[in-house]
Nanobody, 115 residues
Framework: QVQLVESGGGLVQPGGSLRLSCAASGSIFSIYAMGWYRQVPGKQREFVARITSGGITNYADSVKGRFTISRDNAKNTVYLQMSSLKPEDTAVYYC?????????WGKGTQVTVSS
């Protein structure tokens, strides 16, 4: 079983920055990719960013140029540096880990962008 623990969420003003972290532990054998998704009430969870074990990154168009995903393979940790935050970035952010045929999720961390 895999455990994913997110941290770093909070309240920030528009234009501000936050860094999210997600540490993976448990039954980790061969991570293919780790990433972030987000969800607001009443809407489907949406893709934000992903990084593969080889360092290939993908971003949603809505966050390109503002968010940067990175990972520390030795620590099984993924980070999401969020800059130039907008009110529409407000959501619960979920960490995701893909290995083999399995897909694991964290419990989420709230990010609120408001003045």
């Amino acid at each position: 079983q895999v455990q994913l623990v997110e941290s770093g969420g909070g309240l920030v003003q528009p234009g501000g920055s936050l860094r999210l972290s997600c540490a993976a532990s448990g039954s980790i054998f061969s991570i293919y990719a780790m990433g972030w998704y987000r969800q607001v009430p009443g809407k489907q969870r949406e893709f934000v960013a992903r990084i593969t074990s080889g360092g290939i990154t993908n971003y949603a168009d809505s966050v390109k140029g503002r968010f940067t995903i990175s990972r520390d393979n030795a620590k099984n940790t993924v980070y999401l540096q969020m800059s130039s935050l907008k009110p529409e970035d407000t959501a619960v952010y979920y960490c995701n880990l893909v290995q083999g045929l399995t897909n694991d999720w964290g419990k989420g961390t709230q990010v609120t962008v408001s003045s």
